[in-house]
C-alpha cells in the first residue's frame, strides 16, 4: 500500500498526481483514464466535516484501532491511498475534506467523478443530518451527470451505542428523504445502496466488502466457484477473504451471518498474529498457512491460504470434516480455478495497456467452472486421490 497527499488548495489536481505505475511509466492520465477503470477503479469518501471518513480508511485500509481515530486531524487536503492488497482488489481511496464543496468551480467534477467507480457518502447518525442530506443531493446529480456509472453508497455511519430501533429509524427516514429529494430532481433510476456502520465493530468491514465487491467484475465467477465448492465439500458458508483487510471479495450465495462473518475475520487477526510471533519472515502468512478452530457447537473453522493475499474461511459441522481430505483435494481444484481467474485478469489488463495485441488468448472467465475436476464428498475414491 502506498500513501499519497495531494497539495491542497494551492493546486488540487496538479498534472503529476498519483497513479502509481502509470505515473512510473510515463504514462498520459487522460490517455489511460479506461485502463485505470478497468485496472483501479477509484473510491471516493466524502461527507460532511467529522462524518468519520479518514477513520473508516484508517481503521479499515491501515489497521488503526478504533480508539486512536479520535485523535486523527481534519482532512485538509485530497488524500490518495493506493490498494493494492491482491490482483482482485486494487483501487485507490480517495478521501476528500469535509468542509470543501467538490463539486462546484474551481474543482474539476469532471475530473473527480470519471474513472470513479464508488462513491461511498458518510453521515454522521449522531448529528443531525438534514445538511448531510443537502451535500449528498447536489454531489449525486453531479456525480451522476458526469457518470451515471458510479455506485451510491451511504454509510449511515457511528451506529454504535444507538439501539437497535433508532438505527432502523434512522436508515428508513434517510432512505426516504434522499429518495423523495432526487425524485423531485428527476432521478428516480439512480440506485443508493444503505450501510449502517461504526468503526467500533465489523460492520464497517462488511459495508466496505459489499462496496468493493461490486467493483470486482470477475465477481460472478468468484461466487460460482463458492457455490459449486461449498456443497461438493460438506461446507455450510465460505468466505474469501482479503487478508491485509479483512474485507471479504466474495462468498456463496447463501445468506450471510454478521457473527459467522465476526468470527472469521477473528480467525485471521489470530493466524496472522500468531504467524508473526513465530515465522521469520517478512510475510507472516504464506502458502503453509492454514488454521482450524474447533468451536463448542459442533462447528469447525477452517482457513486455507489461496494465495499470498487471499485467504479461504469455511464454516462446516464437525462431523463433515471426517473428510477432510475431500475438502482439501477440492480445495486445491478451486485454489487452481482463482489463479486461473487471475490469469485471465492479467492478460485482460495487458491487453488494455497494448490495445493491438492479438485477443484470441481472452477467454470468457464468466465461463470457468471447476465442475469437471471436483471430487464429491460422497465419492470415497477422492479421499485416496487427495495430495
Ligand atoms: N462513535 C464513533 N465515532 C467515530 C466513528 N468513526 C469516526 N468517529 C469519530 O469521529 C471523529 C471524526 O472522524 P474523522 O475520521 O476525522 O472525520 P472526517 O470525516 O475525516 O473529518 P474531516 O477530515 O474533517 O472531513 C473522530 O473523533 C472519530 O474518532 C464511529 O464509527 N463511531
Redesign the pocket.
Known amino acids: 500500500m502506498s500513501y499519497e497527499h495531494e497539495d491542497y488548495p494551492e493546486d488540487p489536481f496538479p498534472k503529476d498526481f498519483g497513479y502509481g505505475a502509470y505515473d512510473q511509466d510515463g504514462l498520459d492520465l487522460e490517455a489511460n483514464a479506461s485502463n485505470n477503470s478497468e485496472t483501479k477503479p477509484r473510491i471516493l469518501l466524502m461527507?460532511?466535516?467529522?462524518?468519520?471518513?479518514?477513520?473508516?480508511q484508517?481503521v479499515v485500509f491501515h489497521k488503526m484501532s478504533?480508539n486512536e481515530?479520535?485523535f486523527?486531524?481534519?482532512?485538509?487536503k485530497i488524500v490518495k491511498d493506493d490498494i493494492n492488497n491482491s490482483s482482485f482488489v486494487q483501487f485507490q481511496i480517495w478521501?476528500?475534506?469535509?468542509?470543501i464543496d467538490f463539486i462546484k468551480p474551481p474543482f474539476d467534477s469532471d475530473m473527480i467523478f470519471r474513472g470513479c467507480g464508488a462513491l461511498v457518502f458518510?453521515i454522521?447518525a449522531?448529528d443531525d443530518y438534514i445538511e448531510a442530506l443537502r451535500k449528498f443531493k447536489d454531489t449525486v446529480i453531479e456525480a451522476y451527470k458526469v457518470n451515471p456509472h458510479i455506485k451510491f453508497e451511504v454509510f449511515i455511519?457511528?451506529?454504535?451505542?444507538i439501539s437497535d430501533d433508532s438505527k432502523m429509524e434512522s436508515q428508513r427516514d434517510i432512505h426516504q428523504r434522499s429518495s423523495d429529494d432526487l425524485s423531485e430532481a428527476g432521478l428516480d433510476q439512480i440506485h443508493l445502496s444503505f450501510h449502517l456502520?461504526?468503526?467500533?465493530d465489523h460492520s464497517?468491514f462488511e459495508a466496505f466488502s459489499k462496496v468493493v465487491q461490486k467493483l470486482i467484475p470477475q465477481l460472478p465467477t468468484l461466487e460460482n466457484l463458492l457455490n459449486i465448492f461449498i456443497p461438493n465439500s460438506g461446507i455450510e458458508k465460505a468466505f474469501l477473504f482479503d487478508v491485509v483487510s479483512k474485507i471479504y471479495i466474495a462468498t456463496d450465495s447463501s445468506p450471510v451471518d454478521m457473527q459467522a462473518y465476526e468470527l472469521c475475520c477473528d480467525m485471521i487477526d489470530m493466524v496472522i498474529d500468531l504467524s508473526s510471533i513465530y515465522s521469520s519472515e517478512e510475510t507472516a502468512f504464506d502458502s503453509g498457512s492454514s488454521s482450524l478452530i474447533k468451536l463448542n457447537n459442533n462447528t469447525i473453522l477452517y482457513m486455507r491460504e489461496v494465495n499470498k493475499f487471499l485467504a479461504l474461511v469455511c464454516i462446516l459441522r464437525e462431523e463433515n470434516f471426517n473428510r477432510q481430505g475431500v475438502i482439501d483435494y477440492n480445495f486445491i481444484c478451486f485454489r487452481d480455478a482463482i489463479s486461473e481467474v487471475f490469469e485471465l485478469r492479467l492478460k485482460r489488463q495487458k491487453q488494455l495497456q497494448n490495445p493491438d495485441q492479438d485477443d484470441d488468448e481472452l477467454a470468457d472467465d464468466r465461463g470457468l467452472t471447476m465442475g469437471g475436476r471436483l471430487n464429491h464428498d460422497n465419492d470415497a475414491a477422492a479421499v485416496s486421490r487427495a495430495p
Request: aromatic share 6%.
Open positions: 461527507g460532511l466535516r467529522r462524518s468519520g471518513k479518514s477513520s473508516i484508517k478504533p481515530t479520535v486523527l486531524e481534519s482532512t485538509s478521501d476528500f475534506p469535509g468542509q458518510v454522521d449522531k455511519h457511528k451506529v454504535d451505542g456502520t461504526s468503526i467500533y464497517i
